[in-house]
């Protein structure tokens, strides 16, 4: 019986072909997140920025320097706080992960009758908590206790540098657009930096709904009227400027 439990064990853990199990899935998580809000701050801040310039002044060379300027400033700015903020968050996994580490080693019976606790609360009943919680913990007693006690794969700890080089690369992406827009002849560049800027949102906030399966119609209002918004001000503003000067 027991060599069948295992074999039944081993086919639940077995990956699906069509599933990926390189990264954990708070990796990707994070990955994703990066990249998504650094091509939306990348559309709407460097937008924003070469649309004011365009109301208050609408010189081709003022609007380049102004929107290579903003690409660049914003690129490093979104890489070094990306960075500030997951290492600091690595920072706190690698100190819970050495507190079990500690743990295991100072009083693995409490650790082995915690884990068995936290199976019976999910609703294995005590004889097979226990038989869950002591195979667990023959085989990998790390690995078995921060995943169900912190919810962290000590293997796959948040990475600071993939988060910082995902978020300054799509911020770089996304600012290339209204960079390249507010080039066209005026006055039509800043109409059409709003209409471009406007379809970019709209994509943007699609893939990032389809990746987290999460509402689509929602997803695309908040980027297309947050952008609406960043750039009708900032125009509003630039061409108030102007007229005073």
């Known amino acids: 019986?027991?060599?069948?439990?295992?074999?039944?064990?081993?086919?639940?853990?077995?990956?699906?072909?069509?599933?990926?199990h390189s990264e954990s899935t708070a990796s990707k998580l994070n990955w994703l997140r990066a990249a998504v809000l650094g091509a939306n701050d990348g559309v709407i801040s460097t937008a924003g920025l070469v649309v004011g310039v365009a109301g208050a002044n609408n010189d081709r060379q003022a609007l380049l320097i102004a929107g290579l300027a903003g690409l660049v400033a914003g690129a490093l700015?979104?890489?070094?706080?990306?960075?500030?903020?997951?290492?600091t968050q690595r920072d706190g996994e690698k100190a819970l992960v050495e507190k079990e580490i500690w743990e295991l080693r100072e009083m693995p019976?409490?650790?082995?009758?915690?884990?068995?606790?936290?199976?019976?609360?999910k609703g294995l009943d005590r004889d097979l908590a226990e038989q869950v919680a002591a195979k667990l913990t023959e085989r990998d007693a790390l690995g078995a206790h921060a995943e169900v006690e912190?919810?962290?794969?000590?293997?796959?700890?948040?990475?600071?540098?993939?988060?910082?080089?995902?978020?300054?690369?799509?911020?770089?992406?996304?600012?290339?657009?209204?960079?390249?827009?507010?080039?066209?002849p005026a006055p039509i560049n800043v109409y059409a930096t709003f209409v471009a800027v406007?379809?970019?949102?709209?994509?943007?906030?699609t893939?990032?709904?389809?990746?987290?399966?999460?509402p689509l119609r929602p997803a695309v209002?908040?980027?297309v009227i947050g952008g609406s918004l960043a750039m009708a001000v900032t125009f509003l503003?630039?061409?108030?400027?102007?007229v005073g000067v």
């Open 77 to 87: 700015s979104m890489a070094a706080g990306e960075y500030i903020s997951v290492s």
């Open 221 to 223: 209002l908040r980027n």
């Open 198 to 205: 406007v379809i970019m949102l709209a994509i943007t906030g």
């Open 237 to 242: 503003i630039g061409s108030a400027v102007g």
């Open 1 to 20: 019986m027991s060599t069948d439990r295992t074999d039944r064990t081993d086919d639940v853990r077995a990956p699906h072909p069509d599933e990926p």
């Open 109 to 121: 019976e409490e650790e082995l009758e915690e884990l068995t606790q936290i199976y019976q609360d």
């Open 150 to 184: 912190l919810g962290i794969d000590p293997d796959e700890l948040t990475n600071p540098w993939h988060a910082a080089w995902a978020s300054m690369a799509s911020f770089t992406v996304g600012a290339l657009l209204p960079v390249l827009v507010i080039m066209l």
């Open 207 to 214: 893939v990032s709904a389809r990746l987290t399966d999460a």
